[in-house]
């Protein structure tokens, strides 16, 4: 039982890294609590043995720098909304150039012969 509550706590532990370091950090606090979890009911049954690994530490280490990490990102780091106006007018100039393009090709002056189109089947 301690082999696989170790197990699951690193799991856990590594993932809540992944998501503290990613911008979706804010999902890093389950991982995060799952491994601290884990990792005290580890800790427990190892200390019931006598024998408490160095795994189940760094578990601890890995969870509390994910913790650290996604604090700071929620406390230091603000998402701003940036002003849709701009690219709105951008979209629009650029679809108006493309309207323009379009119009300048004259579709009349391409000829296609019969013999090209007898291959072709639909």
Do not use: C, H, R, W
């Not at 009911?41 to 006598?50: D, E, M, N, Q």
Request: proline letters at 2%; charged letters at 25%.
């Amino acid at each position: 039982m301690k082999k696989l509550f170790t197990i699951l706590a690193i799991i856990a532990s590594v993932l809540a890294i992944i998501f503290a370091v990613l911008p979706i950090s804010n999902l890093a606090i389950i991982p995060s609590i799952l491994a601290l979890i884990l990792g005290l009911i580890a800790f427990y049954l190892s200390k019931k043995t006598g024998q408490v690994k160095k795994i189940i530490q760094f578990t601890f280490l890995l969870t509390i720098m994910a913790l650290v990490i996604t604090t700071y990102k929620a406390v230091f780091i603000k998402t701003e909304v940036a002003d849709t106006k701009e690219l709105e007018a951008t979209e629009t100039k650029s679809e108006e150039e493309a309207i323009e393009e379009l119009e300048e090709l004259d579709i009349n002056e391409i000829e296609i012969d019969e013999s090209e189109l007898d291959g072709i089947e639909l």
